[in-house]
């Protein structure tokens, strides 16, 4: 037996079967079953029970997979312990946001691709908040603000947002003035959700409510668009509907504090060369990119925050 064989038993038994193994390692169905042959023929036992649903794991492979993780992490480590400042190499997912991911943090990662040729990067872009240990992620981009919970997170830039609504629906319901008005409003909103808002050195918080929701920030973006309500959404989603007047400032006297973009990865004593370089690299890119909304300032500054505990944020988009 080999590690690829280890490392696929692990990813099939994680995702559940094969099809969504071989998708988690970017190879195929076909490959993916090679290799476990090759194992279960090795160690002389059936690990994987296949059915039509999928693949479950047999009293021996569940006991098997324990030790089959602990193998390839361990191997994971000791590359980088003897290969330090040596090519980066082996598999990288990741998940990120389907709402600005792909025109705002694509191309650092394919920057990630190109200075590492020997890296096999799979960026899955979702406004979906996954579950990096049960599918398989080595981390995530997330952008919002965040509770708490036992994930890792390293802040990469700040993130600016605002409310905003349509004129006609400002028109038909009128201006909030303060931010009591809002519970007389319809809000577009991923869910239950709370606002925070500036009043002078307090933070005010509301807990707005509407009929219109979306796992989606460019789906509030269109709703609000089109005058059903006010939606609390990121800069870089909205400026151009604010420059053409399509959108306005709603509260401009009680802006948001900023939020944050963060590289989140599961709980762990160090985290992987690999996820420290895709950090890095994030930072200089967000330091260095600028989308200018309404006259407002839209660069995105990183600081070198330490990491921190944190939970799956509080969608901004």
């Known amino acids: 037996m080999d590690i690829e064989e280890l490392r696929t038993f692990v990813e099939v038994a994680d995702a559940g079967g094969i099809s969504p193994g071989a998708l988690r390692l970017g190879v195929s169905k076909s490959i993916v079953s090679r290799r476990l042959a090759r194992l279960e023929a090795d160690l002389g036992v059936q690990l994987l029970s296949r059915t039509t649903r999928g693949a479950a794991l047999t009293e021996a492979g569940a006991t098997f997979r324990d030790y089959a993780a602990k193998v390839c992490a361990d191997i994971e480590i000791g590359k980088e312990a003897i ?36 890296l096999q990067m799979q960026a899955c872009y979702t406004d979906r908040f996954v579950d990096l240990i049960a599918e398989g992620y080595d981390c995530a981009i997330r952008v919002g603000h965040l ?59 509301v807990r707005p409510q509407g009929r219109f929701k979306s796992d989606s920030g460019v789906a509030l973006v269109a709703a609000a668009v089109a005058g059903l309500g006010i939606a609390y959404l990121p800069d870089c989603l909205i400026h151009e509907h604010l420059s053409s007047g399509a959108l306005v400032p709603v509260l401009p006297g009680y802006p948001p504090p900023p939020a944050g973009a963060y590289v989140v990865r599961p709980p762990g004593q160090h985290p992987a060369r690999k996820i420290r370089a895709l950090i890095d690299l994030l930072i200089e890119y967000c330091d260095g990119s600028s989308h200018p909304p309404s006259g407002r300032q839209a660069r995105i500054r990183a600081k070198p925050d330490a990491e921190a505990e944190a939970a799956t944020p509080d969608p901004a988009g």
Do not use: C
């Not at 025109?103 to 990662?109: E, I, K, R, S, Y």
């Not at 869910?191 to 050195?201: I, N, S």
């Open 83 to 118: 290969l330090p400042s040596g090519p980066l190499r082996g598999h990288l997912r990741i998940s990120a946001p389907m709402s600005f991911g792909p025109n705002h943090f694509a191309p650092a990662l394919a920057e990630m691709a190109r200075r590492h040729p020997q």
């Open 147 to 205: 509770p708490d919970s036992n994930l890792i997170a390293r802040r990469v830039g700040p993130l600016y947002g605002q409310m905003v609504a349509s004129p006609d629906y400002l028109e038909a319901h009128g201006h909030p003035v303060t931010p009591d008005d809002l519970a007389h409003h319809e809000a577009l909103t991923k869910g239950p959700e709370v606002w925070q808002l500036t009043d002078g050195e307090t933070i005010r918080t």
